[in-house]
């Protein structure tokens, strides 16, 4: 099996359009989460979402090509352009046919989706725009990505809810472990704010009013939020026949489903994604220092993944520090994992582990180092990111310090 | 039985899939095994049928009995009479 690094990062999101600022947004306990707005419908309950407030569509495309492209594919061309300038990588044509693109998303195009129901359904419009489905589908984001870089090995999305960052970036690592390409690049997006994603989430009862604690007492639910998180993994070989400057190695994803219920987690199940990914790493629990938690700061998920994390890491678990940085930029669905993943590589990197900001204090069922809301400088030698997915999906990527 | 009751504990048996006979006035959700997102289900429905807005995280309407459920709804739709 061939080594994996990563050598580019970028991102979008409620912290900034780019990992840099997103990352020193983590770095200082930032908060992501914000009045929500853009919406234009009274009946909404919702006050508040990490929206990618200061993206302007104009800067980063003309008007040609923003017919072609759904918030969703503008917010993971961008991500993508950061990771390849940092990565410094070009794409001849040998090396182009050698790169996948994989992209998770939990929903694809969700504006153009919402604008043309409202059309035809409320507006009673009978024309549909003629871009619509290439805009709304769901591999729209790994198409343009493709597209715009010229990239030819395997190229596709990948849909499991608010796992979908890390099932694309675990497929990535698997393609490149095997050999079936060289470069890829890979993460996730989501653009999911919009009328009838925010009412459906709303539904549900899940959603906090004030704003996102988790692993707090006095937390009362998520907060939605949106961005993108695009990352080049390279196998080790390839970067360092091209010297490229390498930021963190990728060793494991672990995946597993509960097959217990369509909503609520189940900690065995957490629990084996995790342990399945320090295996495939080659980590011992003990080498971890760090996991960026799923911690979406709901009732359900807090002490469940409280649970996992004690039972596979049994002592150990007191040792380790684990913060949720959702409470900063929000729960981006598909999108989550990617942008958290930048939190992970920063921790690897500078030694500094982002805080779970917004916390009130401790709640007995969530007795972990949280890191509350200051960030705690650690050496970390090697870390996990955890996404779990409605229908059950756990998907957990292990990372390891590149000294 | 009052026609919020009736249509209530139709909610609650058809929603949750309850022997209808098994709920009274003194059952709560939980009582019944009701799952918290089957409870979440009935306050759509409840919603829905009455076109009411159930508040979020009060206890009254999830955790409470069913009679508080039905004294609620009952509370919300004097108000919604009060406000045409």
Same mark, same amino acid.
């Given at each position: 099996?061939?080594?994996?690094?990563?050598?580019?990062?970028?991102?979008?999101?409620?912290?900034?359009?780019?990992?840099?600022?997103?990352?020193?947004?983590?770095?200082?306990?930032?908060?992501?989460?914000?009045?929500?707005?853009?919406?234009?419908?009274?009946?909404?309950?919702?006050?508040?979402?990490?929206?990618?407030?200061?993206?302007?569509?104009?800067?980063?495309?003309?008007?040609?090509?923003?017919?072609?492209?759904?918030?969703?594919?503008?917010?993971?061309?961008?991500?993508?352009?950061?990771?390849?300038?940092?990565?410094?990588?070009?794409?001849?044509?040998?090396?182009?046919?050698?790169?996948?693109?994989?992209?998770?998303?939990?929903?694809?195009?969700?504006?153009?989706?919402?604008?043309?129901?409202?059309?035809?359904?409320?507006?009673?419009?009978?024309?549909?725009?003629?871009?619509?489905?290439?805009?709304?589908?769901?591999?729209?984001?790994?198409?343009?990505?493709?597209?715009?870089?010229?990239?030819?090995?395997?190229?596709?999305?990948?849909?499991?809810?608010?796992?979908?960052?890390?099932?694309?970036?675990?497929?990535?690592?698997?393609?490149?472990?095997?050999?079936?390409?060289?470069?890829?690049?890979?993460?996730?997006?989501?653009?999911?704010?919009?009328?009838?994603?925010?009412?459906?989430?709303?539904?549900?009862?899940?959603?906090?009013?004030?704003?996102?604690?988790?692993?707090?007492?006095?937390?009362?639910?998520?907060?939605?939020?949106?961005?993108?998180?695009?990352?080049?993994?390279?196998?080790?070989?390839?970067?360092?026949?091209?010297?490229?400057?390498?930021?963190?190695?990728?060793?494991?994803?672990?995946?597993?489903?509960?097959?217990?219920?369509?909503?609520?987690?189940?900690?065995?199940?957490?629990?084996?994604?995790?342990?399945?990914?320090?295996?495939?790493?080659?980590?011992?629990?003990?080498?971890?220092?760090?996991?960026?938690?799923?911690?979406?700061?709901?009732?359900?998920?807090?002490?469940?993944?409280?649970?996992?994390?004690?039972?596979?890491?049994?002592?150990?678990?007191?040792?380790?520090?684990?913060?949720?940085?959702?409470?900063?930029?929000?729960?981006?669905?598909?999108?989550?994992?990617?942008?958290?993943?930048?939190?992970?590589?920063?921790?690897?990197?500078?030694?500094?582990?982002?805080?779970?900001?917004?916390?009130?204090?401790?709640?007995?069922?969530?007795?972990?180092?949280?890191?509350?809301?200051?960030?705690?400088?650690?050496?970390?030698?090697?870390?996990?990111?955890?996404?779990?997915?409605?229908?059950?999906?756990?998907?957990?990527?292990?990372?390891?310090?590149?000294? | 039985?009052?026609?919020?009751?009736?249509?209530?504990?139709?909610?609650?048996?058809?929603?949750?899939?309850?022997?209808?006979?098994?709920?009274?006035?003194? !059952?709560?959700?939980?009582?019944? +095994?009701?799952? #918290?997102?089957?409870? =979440?289900?009935? @306050?759509? $429905?409840?919603? *829905? /049928?009455?076109?009411? !807005?159930?508040?979020?995280?009060? +206890?009254?309407? #999830?955790?409470?009995? =069913?009679?508080? @459920?039905? $004294?609620?709804? *009952? /509370?919300?739709?004097?108000?919604?009479?009060?406000?045409?």
């Amino acid at each position: 099996m061939r080594r994996v690094v990563i050598t580019g990062l970028g991102c979008v999101s409620a912290l900034g359009n780019s990992a840099t600022a997103t990352w020193a947004g983590m770095r200082e306990g930032r908060a992501g989460i914000g009045p929500l707005t853009g919406l234009n419908d009274p009946t909404l309950r919702t006050t508040i979402a990490a929206q990618a407030r200061d993206f302007v569509s104009s800067e980063h495309f003309d008007e040609k090509r923003l017919v072609l492209l759904d918030p969703v594919s503008q917010y993971a061309l961008v991500a993508a352009r950061e990771a390849v300038v940092q990565a410094g990588i070009g794409f001849p044509p040998d090396r182009a046919e050698r790169t996948a693109v994989i992209i998770g998303t939990g929903i694809g195009g969700a504006s153009t989706q919402d604008q043309m129901a409202r059309r035809l359904y409320a507006e009673g419009n009978p024309r549909v725009h003629p871009m619509a489905i290439v805009r709304v589908m769901p591999n729209a984001p790994a198409s343009q990505i493709s597209l715009e870089f010229g990239l030819r090995g395997p190229v596709f999305a990948v849909a499991s809810a608010c796992a979908s960052s890390n099932h694309a970036l675990g497929q990535a690592l698997m393609l490149l472990q095997t050999g079936t390409a060289d470069v890829a690049l890979a993460g996730g997006v989501e653009a999911c704010i919009t009328v009838g994603t925010v009412k459906a989430w709303e539904a549900m009862r899940v959603m906090a009013d004030d704003t996102c604690r988790p692993f707090s007492k006095g937390r009362r639910g998520l907060v939605l939020g949106e961005g993108a998180g695009v990352f080049v993994l390279e196998t080790l070989e390839h970067a360092q026949a091209r010297g490229a400057h390498i930021l963190a190695e990728f060793v494991g994803a672990g995946m597993s489903a509960d097959a217990a219920d369509i909503v609520m987690p189940d900690a065995s199940g957490a629990a084996r994604a995790m342990r399945a990914a320090l295996v495939q790493g080659g980590l011992a629990p003990e080498e971890v220092d760090y996991i960026n938690a799923h911690g979406t700061g709901t009732q359900a998920n807090d002490p469940t993944e409280t649970r996992a994390i004690r039972a596979l890491f049994g002592r150990h678990a007191d040792a380790l520090a684990v913060s949720s940085t959702k409470s900063m930029h929000g729960h981006a669905l598909g999108g989550g994992g990617a942008i958290e993943l930048v939190a992970v590589i920063g921790a690897l990197r500078e030694g500094v582990v982002p805080p779970t900001i917004n916390y009130l204090g401790p709640d007995p069922d969530c007795d972990l180092n949280v890191v509350p809301n200051i960030a705690q400088r650690r050496p970390v030698r090697a870390a996990l990111s955890n996404s779990f997915a409605f229908g059950g999906l756990n998907a957990v990527l292990a990372l390891r310090r590149w000294d | 039985m009052s026609s919020t009751e009736q249509i209530i504990f139709d909610i609650i048996a058809k929603t949750c899939s309850v022997q209808r006979d098994r709920i009274t006035l003194d !059952s709560t959700l939980k009582d019944l +095994d009701v799952h #918290s997102l089957d409870a =979440v289900q009935v @306050l759509f $429905e409840i919603e *829905d /049928r009455f076109d009411i !807005s159930v508040p979020e995280r009060e +206890d009254q309407y #999830s955790a409470g009995t =069913v009679r508080d @459920l039905i $004294e609620g709804v *009952d /509370r919300l739709l004097a108000a919604k009479a009060a406000a045409v």
